[in-house]
């Protein structure tokens, strides 16, 4: 069975979501992007983290955020720690995304 994530040529995974934001809500929304960047930061495996607005060009993706982290098993350690902070926040990212009119393409990528 394959991994979803990659092996080669090198064991980084990237984490790269981009976000069509309506641009009143786009400072709220960055916020809360670079809160659970903050978070990302801490947790061991996480090589780079970045929250990016569009400063030109014509894609309609204004928001992107990209994490670089060491292996699949940081992937899924972190995915554990931020599923239980956003439960002790009460916070809903897919209805906060969706109540803010936010469309949204998300993926796990690798080096080639």
Same mark, same amino acid.
């Given at each position: 069975?394959?991994?979803?994530?990659?092996t080669?040529?090198?064991?980084?995974?990237?984490?790269?979501d981009?976000?069509?934001?309506?641009?009143?809500?786009v400072?709220s929304f960055v916020a809360?992007? =670079?809160r &659970?960047?903050?978070?990302l930061?801490t947790?061991?495996?996480?090589l780079?983290?970045?929250v990016l607005t !569009?400063? $030109?060009?014509?894609?309609?993706?204004?928001?992107?955020t990209?994490v670089e982290?060491a292996?699949?098993q940081?992937?899924a350690?972190a =995915?554990? &720690?931020?599923?239980?902070?956003?439960?002790d926040?009460g916070?809903?990212?897919v209805?906060f995304?969706? !109540?803010n $009119?936010v469309?949204a393409?998300?993926?796990f990528?690798g080096s080639v």
């Amino acid at each position: 069975m394959s991994s979803a994530f990659p092996t080669s040529p090198s064991d980084s995974v990237f984490r790269i979501d981009k976000f069509v934001v309506p641009a009143e809500v786009v400072p709220s929304f960055v916020a809360q992007m =670079q809160r &659970v960047q903050q978070t990302l930061h801490t947790l061991p495996g996480c090589l780079r983290n970045h929250v990016l607005t !569009q400063t $030109g060009g014509s894609g309609e993706f204004n928001v992107i955020t990209l994490v670089e982290w060491a292996s699949e098993q940081a992937v899924a350690a972190a =995915q554990a &720690v931020v599923k239980k902070k956003f439960l002790d926040e009460g916070f809903d990212p897919v209805a906060f995304v969706a !109540q803010n $009119g936010v469309r949204a393409d998300m993926g796990f990528y690798g080096s080639v």
